[in-house]
């Protein structure tokens, strides 16, 4: 995923509204996660020592003392940690069929995370776009969405990376449009996420490589919902989706309809949370060591994603 271009600010910022959000309001690109369904949900994990979040599918994991000890006294006292994350994106993160139950790799690392740091975790659900600026507002604590770090996201949020991933093109079944990656992109009708890294930067930057080339710009859908592209994309109102590597493929596998044309850009994603809020030194030192657990690569691997592990979890390191 590239770097993003520096653009000016825009000046949003107005009396009585503290700096912090109207920068936050600003920070809505994302990688692809979809924005959930208007919905809100709160679910309780177990903390560190109890059943291993029994009834969630994720293996125990030790407290990490020295991580625990580095949590803000506001945390350190209620136990509890607010993570938002968006849903209706498998394997990223979804419901159990026929529940409000949530998991997926984000669900699944944010109750490593909790168990590590000796928490309660209360996952909220919440539409992508609506996530920066609620930790800004102070509903949530952080953030496990497979969000990439941006220098511009930076202006508010700490970020450390947790895990990989990369872009995905979708076509239908067959690639009747000869779409074999990003550059055959110009001037094709391509379905991408609100609020999207894909949508804000990627294709920003593909297009002024297509105006380069004497093509035409990318026809630009936007869907709240990967479900909603790939039927764009099956019903043939669409050449091609481009959203995160893992939530194409799995729709790839369930839906003989499409097939993946390009798979690219492997960067990390990283938890995010308010900056200087103190968070940053806790989770790192956490992230640290579940990363180097067996733990997260059952996690990764419950979902067939054994290949998004990394081993550094570098903080505040911008893609």
Do not use: W
Not at 51 to 67: K, R, Y
Not at 161 to 172: C, E, F, K
Not at 251 to 265: G, L, M, R, V
């Amino acid at each position: 995923m590239k770097t993003p271009t520096a653009t000016a600010p825009m000046k949003l910022i107005q009396r009585g509204i503290p700096a912090v959000m109207a920068t936050a309001a600003l920070l809505l690109a994302a990688t692809a996660c979809a924005p959930s369904t208007a919905s809100s949900q709160s679910t309780q994990s177990t903390p560190s020592g109890d059943s291993a979040g029994s009834g969630t599918g994720v293996p125990a994991l030790a407290v990490n003392d020295a991580a625990a000890a580095l949590l803000p006294e506001s945390i350190k006292s209620t136990k509890i940690l607010r993570v938002a994350i968006p849903t209706n994106e498998p394997p990223t993160q979804f419901y159990r069929e026929g529940t409000q139950d949530m998991t997926g790799t984000n669900p699944d690392i944010a109750r490593l995370l909790g168990q590590a740091l000796g928490v309660n975790l209360e996952i909220q659900v919440a539409n992508f776009d609506s996530i920066i600026p609620g930790i800004a507002a102070g509903r949530y604590d952080m953030t496990v969405s497979s969000m990439t770090p941006t220098e511009k996201r930076m202006e508010v949020l700490d970020f450390v990376d947790y895990m990989q991933m990369g872009n995905s093109i979708a076509v239908a079944q067959g690639n009747p449009q000869g779409i074999t990656d990003q550059h055959a992109l110009c001037g094709r009708k391509v379905g991408l996420l609100t609020g999207s890294y894909q949508l804000t930067v990627n294709v920003p930057d593909y297009d002024k490589a297509c105006t380069a080339a004497g093509k035409d710009s990318i026809q630009r859908s936007e869907f709240q919902d990967t479900r909603q592209a790939i039927s764009a994309l099956s019903s043939g109102r669409l050449d091609a989706v481009l959203a995160d590597s893992p939530i194409l493929n799995f729709a790839a596998t369930q839906n003989p309809q499409i097939e993946i044309a390009a798979k690219y850009d492997f960067t990390p994603v990283g938890v995010g949370m308010p900056k200087d809020s103190g968070l940053v030194k806790s989770v790192s030192a956490a992230l640290s060591g579940v990363i180097q657990s067996d733990s997260y690569l059952k996690v990764l691997g419950k979902y067939g994603l054994e290949s998004s592990a990394i081993t550094d979890a570098r903080v505040n390191f911008a893609q």
